[in-house]
Each structure stands twice: as C-alpha cells, then as structure tokens.
C-alpha cells in the first residue's frame, strides 16, 4: 500500500515539474498574453495576428482577419477608445495605478514593471499569473468581459508584507 | 490549562489561531472558512491514515498545525478541490516518505513545495503579525533548542543578499524563519547540524532569489534542505 501512495506522490510531484517547467499558470485562460504574441483583435475581440497588421496615426494594430481590418478603417475611433493601456507598477508592499477602473469591453493592456523586488501580479477572475522582476517589463493584454471588483494579488513573495500587498480592478458596466 | 501550555505543540496552535484571527477582519469569511477547512481536512486525514493503515488511534496535533500552515499560506481565492488535495498531499508526505522512521520533509512545506510547482499562488495570510511570530519564535527556539538553525539562516541569509545589495530584512520571512524552519522533526537536532541546515536554506533561498525569482524562496529552499537530511544526519554522526 504505501509503495503504490509513494509512486502517486512521485507521479503529482513528476507532473508539477513538468508545470514548473512549462512557465505557465495551468489555469491561465487565452486572453493572457505574455510576450511573443500581438494581442486581441480590436474588432471582434479573438487573438491578433501579425499578418494582419494596419498602421493608423503612426501606432500599429493587429487584427484577426482582413475584414476587421476594413471594419476598423471605417470608424477607428471607436475601437481606439476601447483600448486602455495602463502602465501598472508593483512595489513593497502595493500596486500603482490601485484600483485600475475600466469598462466592461475594454482591452486591458497591461505593462507591468517592478520597482523593488520580483512580484507577481495575479487575477484570479481573469486567469492571470505573471511575475515580474525588477528592471523588467512584461506586457498582458485581456479582454475586460466580466462585470465586477477583482483582487489583484502578488503571487510571489516579496517580504514580510506580501501578504497586504493587493490592488483591485473595478470593471464596470 | 497549565499541563495544555506545557505542550509546546498546544502553544504552536495558540500561536496560529492568533495570526488567523489577526487575518480574518482584513480578508473575510472566505478565508476564514478556508482554513478551517484546511485544519478539519488535515486532522481527518492523518487520523483516518492513522486508524485504518497503521491502526493507531490518534488525535494528531500536528496535523492541526500542518492544515493551519497550508490553508493560512495557499491563496485562498482558489477552488476548494485545490485545498482538499494540498492538504491530503501533506499528510501523506508524512507517512510514506520516510528515511530511519522518521518523515524526511516538512509535511506543510511539502504541500506547498508542490502547490508552488503547480503555479498556484502562495499569499501567505497567515503571516499576519510579525511581532507576535519573533516573541513566540523565539521561545520556541529556545525550548526546542534550534537557535542554531536561526543562525545559520539569518548568517548566510543576511550575509548573501547584502553582498549584491539587497535588502535582507525586506524579504526575509519571519514565519517561515521562526514556524517552519524549526520544525522539530525535519530540522534535525545539534548545534552543528543546525547551523548547517540554517545556512543551505539561507543559501538555496538566495539561489532561487537571483535564479528564479517567479518561485516562492521559502517553500523551495526549506525543500531543498529537508532532501538533504538524510546525509545532514551523517555528518553530525560523523561529528558526534
């Protein structure tokens, strides 16, 4: 009995290692982008590609599809102002800008930076799981769809205070 | 009540129920439930693995402490199934990995090892009044006799991080420093070895510090050292 529960044990521990390798949150949802990928088409909110790209007022957008290309063309004002880019920074023992308030159908894009140590910036609600060390900057981009006041939380620890070290995310309808 | 004090296992406790009673105004019902989730799973655990495979009849204390300190350090926004099986995994590291008898890591640590692994995060709640952790830290050091083991942790742990300018006593976790790393059955006993088993951890922390920061020191570095106890045993057999 006990050699069959040690080989379980050895299996989890196997397949948290193969977590651990990975680098990803296990429950991190698609709209979470770390790097490597162009973000959340403006139009019909799926994932970007780069071979959909259209520059406008000297910034480039990525869109899924030519069409959404076209439809942006048409009134880009109106996918401009739905798109919230918020520098957030972590430091001992918070989060700034704290609350982060956006409306429900916003893109959130995120550029994380640390000012001290390494920290995490974790959103439960909407599945992300990011670190960040100090001198870095990690970008995160998600679809702001779920009405409500999130906890955003260090994931990692950070000293004696990481446990008060929380900011909110208000999405509002 | 004075034979209940007398019992260091029972002050441990007292000590746990006044930083989760310290927590729970600032982080609601959720959490409070969660740890006493947490506690009644570990105690049921152990008491039913003791019962029914070692046939034992036990009221585990220290089951109480290892639910404490897993549902006071995991987050505990996460769905339940995640508490029910950290809590299982600590009491079964407890009985089966075992080196001469004795459970090689410390069961909580353990749990928590692995939930780290899995990138559940670690928000550690129950640390919740340093002051109250350094005065009863520090009694239980002394009548455990593992004010070696704090040595040789705050030695190499301030030592390291001051040399590349860190601040130490920014990060350093004084729950972790003065609950988990004197564990009494998993750090070993000698002053020698203590020390020893202070500085590894203190070293394998700064490690992960500087090498990969997105995992929790603490956790990693106490379950790095507790691997190493098997051969920390020989070395203060050799010595003594």
């Known amino acids: 009995m006990r050699i069959i529960l040690f080989f379980s044990l050895a299996i989890i521990l196997g397949t948290g290692l193969l977590f651990a390798h990975e680098g990803e949150h296990p429950m991190m949802g698609e709209e979470t982008q770390v790097k490597g990928s162009v973000g959340i088409c403006p139009v019909m909110h799926e994932p970007a590609s780069r071979e959909f790209a259209y520059t406008y007022e000297g910034k480039t957008y990525y869109f899924c599809c030519p069409m959404c290309i076209e439809e942006f063309k048409k009134d880009p004002q109106k996918y401009i102002s739905k798109i919230k880019e918020i520098k957030l920074e972590a430091f001992q023992y918070g989060f700034s800008p704290d609350p982060i308030v956006v409306k429900k159908g916003d893109i959130v894009k995120l550029e994380i930076t640390s000012r001290d140590v390494t920290h995490g910036v974790y959103i439960k609600e909407y599945g992300i799981n990011v670190s960040v060390k100090k001198g870095e900057t990690k970008k995160i981009e998600f679809l702001a769809d779920k009405v409500g006041k999130f906890d955003i939380i260090c994931s990692v620890y950070c000293g004696s205070g990481h446990s008060k070290m929380k900011g909110g995310l208000i999405v509002e309808e | ?240």
């Open chain 2, 1 to 240: 009540m004075i034979k209940t004090l007398k019992d260091k296992k029972n002050l441990v406790i007292i000590l746990l129920v006044l930083l989760f009673l310290i927590k729970v105004p600032q982080e609601g019902i959720k959490f409070f439930l969660w740890v006493l989730e947490g506690i009644f799973l570990c105690f049921i655990f152990d008491f039913l693995i003791n019962k029914f495979f070692f046939k034992r009849d036990i009221l585990p204390n220290s089951a109480i402490i290892s639910g404490f300190i897993v549902s006071g350090i995991l987050d505990y926004r996460q769905p339940w199934f995640i508490l029910v099986t950290f809590c299982f995994l600590a009491i079964l590291s407890k009985h089966i990995i075992k080196f001469k008898d004795k459970h090689i890591f410390n069961p909580a640590n353990f749990a928590l090892f692995l939930a780290a692994l899995f990138k559940i995060p670690l928000s550690w709640n129950i640390e919740s009044n340093i002051f109250l952790i350094i005065i009863f830290g520090l009694f239980f050091a002394y009548t455990y006799k593992k004010f070696f083991h704090i040595l040789g942790f705050l030695t190499f742990f301030i030592g390291l991080f001051s040399v590349f300018k860190v601040n130490p006593l920014g990060l350093i976790s004084w729950f972790f420093v003065f609950i988990m790393l004197i564990e009494p059955k998993t750090s070993g006993y000698g002053n020698l070895r203590g020390f020893i088993f202070g500085g590894i951890a203190a070293i394998a922390s700064f490690l992960i510090f500087k090498l990969i920061p997105q995992y929790d020191p603490n956790v990693l570095s106490l379950f790095s050292v507790n691997l190493l106890n098997p051969v920390l045993e020989k070395i203060n057999n050799f010595f003594s």
